[in-house]
């Protein structure tokens, strides 16, 4: 099973670039990722980087806290 979600980062140029969250499989790739990405969305849409987490954070009905993952983004990269 995969699972995955995407939050914006701060970009200097962009404003924002996408970042996704992913659960799944050991044998699935960045780059596995990034290939089926470039074939299914426009070039501009796909994320810039790929972080591999063990569970999504989720609220008691099951929705996707995406507070949660942009904390978890802060406190893993440095500030612009």
Known sequence: MTETNVV????PDWGEEVVAFVVADP???AEALDLLCLDQIARFKRPKSYRFV???PK???GKILKTELRRLLAETEPRL
Not at 8 to 11: I, L, N, Q, T, Y
């Open 27 to 29: 044998e699935v790739t």
């Open 54 to 56: 063990q569970s999504l």
């Open 8 to 11: 914006g980062r701060p970009h």
């Open 59 to 61: 609220s008691s009905y």
